[in-house]
């Protein structure tokens, strides 16, 4: 049952990112991509309300499936890796935090790359 709170979430999150682009914009390749840097900060903003709340009201299991990782998770994943890297800090995992933040970085840039390059 666990998964179609995720589901549900996840869809709504992904409708609401895509209807968010029609409103602002797509990003054309040629300019800064607004949308795509605005869904990323509206959900880093959005998942650490959310979580803090989770935590302090102890939402029960299915809320957090729904919101956080369903809807936020559809919405941008992009969140989920800051509240990852925000709970590394917290638990004073500061190196494992910043090997983290390093690796996403670099790895996700070369990886795209590598998949333009081997397509093209």
Do not use: D
Request: charged share 10%; with cysteine.
């Amino acid at each position: 049952m666990n998964v179609f709170y995720v589901f549900l979430g996840g869809g709504i999150g992904a409708t609401i990112r895509y209807l968010f682009q029609l409103f602002i914009g797509k990003h054309n390749g040629t300019e800064f991509p607004i949308s795509t840097f605005t869904t990323n900060i509206l959900g880093c903003f959005m998942i650490g309300i959310l979580a803090s709340m989770a935590l302090k009201y102890k939402w029960n299991e299915q809320i957090v499936l729904f919101g956080i990782t369903g809807v936020l998770g559809g919405y941008t994943t992009f969140s989920s890796f800051a509240l990852e890297f925000i709970n590394l800090i917290k638990n004073n995992q500061i190196v494992m935090a910043f090997i983290y933040l390093g690796l996403s970085n670099l790895l996700g840039l070369v990886l795209c790359g590598l998949g333009f390059y081997l397509v093209k």
